[in-house]
């Protein structure tokens, strides 16, 4: 079966970095485009960063734009996001989908799998 699987969050303090990792298995890894999303409490799962089949192209909210970077490897069956100049609205849970088709990276309901989710909390 398809599985996501997250890695790589914690507690930083402010001005930190973190790198997340998302395992992916039971798919053709570079036949998906891959994305990273974050849900802070309370809120709607909102858009992070995208990446394309070969890592050729990727996107950001403007939010993260210039502070986090998304890549692929395609060996590994990993997509990471790594995070740096964390703020305290970065806090949230972390997490990264596969999109098989056509649609809007950007949106939620461009993605068939979803990984469980991994914390990033940003302290002050």
């Known amino acids: 079966q398809v599985q996501l699987i997250e890695s790589g969050g914690g507690l930083v303090q402010v001005g930190g970095s973190l790198r997340l990792s998302c395992a992916v298995s039971?798919?053709?890894?570079?036949?998906?485009?891959m994305g990273w999303f974050r849900q802070p409490p309370g809120k709607e799962r909102e858009f992070v960063g995208g990446?394309?089949?070969?890592?050729?192209?990727?996107y950001y909210a403007d939010s993260v734009k210039g502070r986090f970077t998304i890549s692929r490897d395609n060996a590994k069956n990993l997509v990471y996001l790594q995070m740096n100049s964390l703020k305290p609205e970065d806090t949230a849970a972390y997490y990264c989908g596969a999109c098989g088709g056509y649609g809007d990276l950007r949106t939620v309901a461009a993605y068939d799998y979803w990984g469980q989710g991994t914390q990033v909390t940003v302290s002050s």
């Open positions: 039971g798919l053709r890894f570079n036949k998906y485009r």
């Open positions: 990446i394309t089949w070969s890592g050729g192209y990727t």
